[in-house]
């Protein structure tokens, strides 16, 4: 790798550090930035899960504030995000990406709208019910556990817009901000980047010039897009998520 290539690689990783830290699609940055310079796509796959892990920690620190008193539905969460990264880390390793690449940028163009229909869904779904619903508040529910773990696959499997789609389904499982929602987000799509990145260490070929540089930049890059999207009015939010959303959808159509 030329000076050069390690220079855009760091600056790739800065730019997708802080997407992900406000909406999520940061691998369609690195990725082809990597496989551009040369690196076979599934090598590319691993080693960019592995140096964005590092940002998406740092995107949630970001956050911390509108994390207070989030932790028991982060674990009862997680765990779904755990199981289900697990679950794409092997399919990753084990099966043809022919299926996935036909369902991925439906299931974000998905995302997106679910994203803009939010709060009306929300606010139809809330005058059906003649009694509140305190898990579904807290918790999500069921359906709400069953999507992030499948949202988990997909981010195990390669990571573009899992959290479009994250924010999508917190949104209508739970009676929250869309700030506190995206704060979560950060943390679940955190920890299914951080279950594959170990997964991806121990069993697959990790290009560690290119992981290292994408780490150094995700890093500064979440920190920074914590700091910017923390005061992004909702509405703004919402439009930014569905333009990086659209993005998403064309570029993985033509990938």
């Given at each position: 790798m030329t000076v050069w290539e390690a220079l855009a690689v760091l600056a790739a990783?800065?730019?997708?550090?802080?997407?992900?830290?406000?909406?999520?699609?940061?691998?369609?940055?690195?990725?082809?930035?990597?496989?551009?310079?040369?690196?076979?796509?599934v090598i590319a796959n691993v080693s960019n899960t592995v140096g964005l892990a590092p940002g998406s920690a740092a995107a949630?620190?970001?956050?911390?504030?509108?994390?207070?008193?989030?932790?028991?539905r982060l674990v009862r969460?997680?765990?779904?995000?755990?199981?289900?990264?697990?679950?794409?880390?092997?399919?990753?390793?084990?099966?043809?990406?022919?299926a996935f690449d036909m369902i991925i940028p439906a299931l974000v163009a998905l995302g997106c709208i679910l994203v803009v229909l939010q709060p009306w869904i929300s606010l139809r779904m809330a005058q059906r019910h003649d009694r509140p619903r305190p898990e579904r508040h807290q918790f999500g529910g069921w359906?709400?556990?069953?999507?992030?773990?499948?949202?988990?696959?997909?981010?195990?499997?390669?990571?573009a817009a899992q959290g479009v789609l994250l924010i999508a389904i917190l949104g209508?499982?739970?009676?929250?901000?869309?700030?506190?929602i995206n704060a979560a987000k950060n943390v679940l799509a955190g920890l299914v980047n951080a279950v594959a990145a170990?997964?991806?260490?121990?069993?697959?070929?990790?290009?560690?010039?290119?992981?290292?540089?994408?780490?150094?930049?995700?890093?500064?890059g979440?920190?920074?897009?914590?700091?910017?999207?923390?005061?992004?009015?909702?509405?703004?939010?919402?439009?930014?998520?569905?333009i990086v959303g659209t993005i998403a959808v064309v570029m993985l159509v033509r990938r």
């Open positions: 990783g800065v730019a997708a550090g802080a997407i992900n830290a406000v909406v999520g699609s940061g691998t369609l940055i690195t990725f082809p930035t990597l496989v551009g310079f040369g690196i076979p796509p949630a620190w970001g956050y911390r504030k509108e994390l207070t008193g989030q932790l028991g969460l997680g765990i779904g995000s755990l199981i289900g990264a697990l679950t794409g880390g092997v399919l990753l390793l084990w099966l043809p990406s022919e359906l709400t556990w069953l999507m992030v773990y499948l949202t988990g696959v997909y981010g195990g499997y390669f990571g209508l499982g739970l009676d929250e901000t869309l700030q506190r170990l997964l991806f260490v121990v069993v697959a070929d990790v290009n560690w010039s290119a992981a290292g540089l994408i780490a150094i930049g995700s890093i500064g979440g920190l920074l897009g914590a700091h910017v999207g923390r005061r992004l009015p909702p509405v703004i939010l919402r439009a930014v998520i569905v």
